[in-house]
């Protein structure tokens, strides 16, 4: 891991691959040039490096984005365009965190806010503004370890779903169970499903929903015949890149509409458990972020521009 | 054989416009077509005509999960465009190029071809830089 951003050395290899292309900040490269500088450089292939180029651009993927991109980069559902038909740049975040790497300015903690969840690592994502406030308050003065948890908050995953933890025991640095889910809400005669949790997707939720009523229900349902699978009219994918992640469920009538959310919230891509770990006491690694002093302002200042979805 | 799909999209009423190696051959170069691009209107209107027209040649579009069948419910990355595969080869649908270009320009500089049997089709035979 880079040391002065905790990104792992692929990203801050595409980064370098990046600049080296002359993809600085606003001025766009295409794809394919930056994955032949970084085959060059570095012998990974582009088929390899390509996603994980895309991921450094994604809202929904990462909390703090390092490139900027034009083209269709992709969706939680569909994969991107050909590199061809891409370009990037570094992001003013991404350009720092170079000049971080090189010791030019301190340490921008890019890793500690975007997690490594995303890659199926067990750092889970934080908020990027609470996180810059909770390394304000360590390099103001005494602050407690209790306020500075406090302050950090539980995990923020960048597509904005439901977590629920433990949050003395993840900050102990423990092993800890954490429950992700999607916003359910009534809008009118039906149920709109947003805020999807990490790896899931409109459309992961839509076939769910149609596996589950065509199927007659999980296991547990068909022992109790009673409640069967949820009465439904139909199932809409209304997701687009403005709105966001937007599934809309029709019951068949207003009185099926509580079982039907019930039914739902059962569902793997809407709510599930992921296993995760910091490794070390939260609280330390706040005051580790807020040890070097100058500049540090400016840079949690650029962090919080930079969290935007 | 990017006729059939030709036929489908005229037959839909779908606004668009031949570019690349397709609208070179169309225009009498002897180029390689390997695949057909089409730069649409994206306006709300004209997105069902195009999905309708594509799902009749069989439009199959990759996903992250795997191939899936077009669907008139799918939602598809309107903003810059996508492939889909139909039983007549792949089809590029373009809603904007990377320099900014999207339908308007490209209907503004194409020319009509008449094809074989009988549709008029606009063409902008364009070139990858």
Known sequence: ?309 | MVEPVLDELVGAGCRFVVVGSAARRLLGEQVPVNDLDVVVDAVGSNRGPVVEALMAVGGVIERRRGRRLLRSSMALPWEWGWRTSTVYGDVDVVVRFIDGSGYEFHDAVAVPVLLGNGVVVRCHPTKHP
């Open chain 1, 1 to 309: 891991m880079g040391a002065a951003t905790g990104l792992g050395q692929l990203d801050v290899a595409i980064l370098e691959a990046c600049e080296e292309s002359g993809g600085m900040f606003g001025s766009f490269v295409k794809s394919r040039t930056v994955l032949e500088t970084l085959h060059e450089r570095t012998g990974i292939g582009p088929r390899v490096a390509y996603e994980p180029l895309c991921d450094l651009a994604r809202p929904w993927v990462l909390n703090l984005t390092l490139l900027e991109f034009q083209g269709n980069f992709g969706s939680p559902d569909g994969p991107p365009a050909s590199p061809r038909y891409t370009e990037c740049c570094l992001s003013q975040l991404g350009g720092a965190a170079l000049a971080a790497e090189r010791g030019e300015i301190g340490p921008v903690p890019i890793g500690l806010i975007n997690g490594t969840t995303h890659v199926d690592g067990r750092w889970p994502p934080l908020d990027p503004s609470r996180v810059a406030a909770a390394i304000r308050a360590a390099a103001g003065g005494e602050v407690s370890d209790h306020e500075l948890v406090r302050i950090v908050g539980q995990p923020s995953f960048p597509t904005g779903c439901d977590v629920d933890v433990d949050l003395a025991l993840l900050s102990s640095g423990a092993d800890v169970e954490i429950e992700v889910s999607a916003r359910i809400e009534f809008e009118r005669d039906h149920l709109v499903i947003s805020r999807l949790p990490p790896a899931s997707s409109p459309e992961l939720v839509e076939e769910s929903i149609v596996r589950l009523v065509h199927n007659g229900g999980m296991r547990d349902r068909q022992s109790e015949p009673s409640k069967g699978p949820p009465r439904l009219r139909g199932v809409r994918n209304e997701t687009t890149r403005l709105s966001g992640s937007r599934v809309v469920v029709e019951p068949l009538s207003a009185a099926d509409v509580g079982a039907a959310a019930v039914a739902l919230f059962d569902l793997w891509p809407v709510r599930r458990s992921i296993a995760v770990r910091f490794g070390q006491p939260m609280a330390a690694m706040i005051r580790d972020a807020a040890a070097s002093r100058g500049g540090l302002e400016e840079r949690l200042v650029m962090i919080e521009k930079s969290a935007r979805y």
